[in-house]
């Protein structure tokens, strides 16, 4: 049975249960048993205090860089990504102070699930200025395309993860919570195969871009042949690798569901979710994409509007011809 071994597991959290009391939220220490809680332990104060202060501190080099380099898109996706990691751990340590807190679960539960997918939102449009940067004629695929196919990806995954976890956290029964994590695992297990064929796609540009024609701009060259650069795209992969790690292991902890064993184990949660983000932003921000594409950043940029621009002028330039014809 599974309850049995739980508690043969956490026999402490099964210590003064009152199961009279309906509703969690009705509970505190004196009255209840942390198996009425949301785990079966109390969240680690320092740890998460420490986690939030992190991600908070880690904000400051994305700002600063992002406005001095320019690279805006990328800050953005960054801090929105941080600012969801420090609430959802100010959230555990609300639940340190009072467990059976519901709206600090569902902060954690949602911000702590999502967060991760505007990293590597920001990830995704890094990968389309290398591109660019390249030579987008090694691309099988335009840039916007990548962008636009990786952020759709992202946004699902976001959408399946928050809609799941407020499901979860506000369902009556069982069944009702269970159907919550389903979709939060639906949207989990779509941000591990958009990281995994985000990796894919990064092996075939690499092996494009040793094989193919460069862009042999003499700006490029020398962005390409620079040491950080080279050092920001470990950093990328680096990023990539932790991030991926953390998806499967959230994916098997809800798998198991609230009541299962890795759910229940803290230092789990800290060192393969919170220790591998950290690894992320640092990463990030210790080999950020300003200093390493230079003033390339903005040149290896793509949009709508130039590619309209282009046409513009192309049509521009017949209709000179046509109103100014030459004397042969």
């Known amino acids: 049975m599974a309850d049995a071994a739980m508690m043969a597991a956490h026999p402490d959290a099964y210590i003064g249960c009152n199961f009279d009391v309906t509703f969690k939220d009705q509970c505190t220490l004196q009255t209840c048993c942390l198996a009425q809680s949301s785990f079966l332990y109390r969240p680690n104060f320092g740890a998460n205090l420490f986690f939030a202060i992190f991600f908070g501190a880690m904000a400051i080099p994305q ?65 389309t200025r290398i591109i660019v940067l390249y030579g987008a004629q090694n691309s099988y695929f335009k840039p916007r395309t990548v962008a636009i196919a990786f952020m759709f990806s992202d946004f699902t995954s976001l959408v399946l993860q928050g809609a799941g976890g407020g499901i979860a956290d506000t369902a009556d029964t069982k069944p009702d919570q269970q159907v919550g994590v389903n979709v939060m695992i639906a949207g989990l297990i779509l941000q591990v195969v958009s990281l995994f064929a985000f990796a894919v796609f990064c092996a075939y540009l690499a092996w494009r871009s040793r094989t193919g024609v460069l862009d042999m701009a003499r700006e490029k060259i020398a962005v390409r042949e620079r040491w950080f650069f080279k050092a920001f795209l470990g950093s990328l992969f680096l990023a990539t ?51 390493a594409f230079l003033g390339q950043w903005a040149a290896a940029n793509w949009s709508f509007r130039a590619k309209k621009t282009s046409v513009n002028m192309e049509t521009r330039s017949k209709e000179t011809r046509r109103d100014y014809p030459s004397d042969a």
């Open 63 to 127: 700002i600063g860089l992002g406005i001095y380099y320019k690279t805006y898109g990328f800050m953005i996706a960054m801090l929105f990504g941080l600012a969801l990691e420090v609430v959802g751990y100010v959230a555990r340590v609300l639940l340190y102070n009072n467990p059976f807190n519901g709206n600090a679960f569902l902060i954690y539960l949602i911000c702590a699930t999502i967060a991760p997918v505007f990293i590597t939102a920001a990830i995704y449009l890094t990968i």
């Open 241 to 291: 690798l932790v991030i991926f790690i953390r998806s499967v292991f959230r994916v098997a902890e809800l798998w198991q569901g609230f009541d299962g064993t890795l759910w229940n184990k803290e230092n789990d949660f800290l060192v393969l979710d919170g220790a591998m983000m950290g690894i992320a932003v640092i990463a990030l921000a210790a080999f950020h994409p300003g200093p």
